[in-house]
């Protein structure tokens, strides 16, 4: 388990749900990984690289609403500018997105 946090620090956490509406293969990336442009609605379009080659096929990933955390500093991943954090569960070398049971407005908090 990771150290606690207390309820202010988690709130400081912006977690939204987003869009894909592109994905494709992030080639300078050390680890097989996707490029991800999502779209946030009203917070607008993000971009993220996301290690989900072995669950996913990028075609198969436009329109799939993730959950992202969205306030954190951009960074450099390879070549690619990240700007969000998709969240997944991860166990071991297997990766699945979190995603609303049902499709929500893009730009919805996550609480």
Do not use: W
Not at 34 to 42: K, T
Not at 84 to 100: F, R
């Amino acid at each position: 388990m990771i150290k606690d946090i207390n309820f202010d620090d988690f709130s400081k956490i912006d977690i939204r749900v987003g869009s894909i509406v592109e994905a494709y293969l992030n080639k300078a990336s050390k680890k097989p990984a996707y490029i991800l442009i999502i779209d946030f609605g009203p917070l607008g379009i993000f971009k993220s690289s996301a290690q989900l080659t072995k669950n996913y096929k990028a075609e198969n990933l436009i329109g799939v609403q993730v959950t992202a955390v969205i306030n954190l500093p951009k960074k450099q991943i390879g070549k690619v500018m990240s700007s969000c954090l998709v969240l997944a569960a991860v166990d071991k070398d297997k990766t699945t997105l979190l995603t609303p049971s049902k499709k929500v407005i893009n730009g919805t908090m996550v609480a």
